[in-house]
């Protein structure tokens, strides 16, 4: 976890298309668990716990991060929210889960495309951080 905080710090955000353009578009392969007309599920390629599923708009519309959310996002926030909640489901959390969205370099942001993690599937910690 340290290399990643590291890397999050070094990298300078990019605004433009990521690589979860190219998950979106279907040019980089991804275990999608759910797909919508508005999210895009799929299994994170680094798992932190047992169940670690990335969310993701399909439609960036400038939302790079939770940090720059404006009032015409509420619509795309809530849809992230909800297919968390599914996806939960699905994968059999009943037990409970953690949402985490990164946000910035020292919120350990390292994709500029606003993102949900999922995590489940055994006892999360406290405090996170």
Request: aromatic content about 6%; proline content about 7%; some cysteine.
């Amino acid at each position: 976890m340290a290399g990643e905080k590291e890397a999050a710090l070094a990298a300078e955000p990019i605004y433009g298309p990521t690589i979860f353009d190219k998950i979106i578009r279907k040019e980089i392969p991804s275990q999608v668990v759910y797909e919508d007309q508005k999210v895009l599920a799929f299994r994170d390629i680094s798992p932190q716990a047992p169940v670690h599923i990335i969310i993701i708009p399909k439609v960036k519309d400038g939302l790079s991060s939770l940090s720059k959310a404006e009032e015409r996002h509420v619509e795309a926030l809530a849809s992230l929210l909800y297919a968390a909640k599914v996806v939960a489901k699905q994968e059999g959390l009943d037990d409970g889960f953690r949402i985490v969205i990164n946000d910035g370099p020292k919120g350990c942001q390292s994709v500029y495309h606003l993102h949900v993690h999922l995590l489940g599937g055994r006892q999360m910690n406290w405090p996170p951080g």
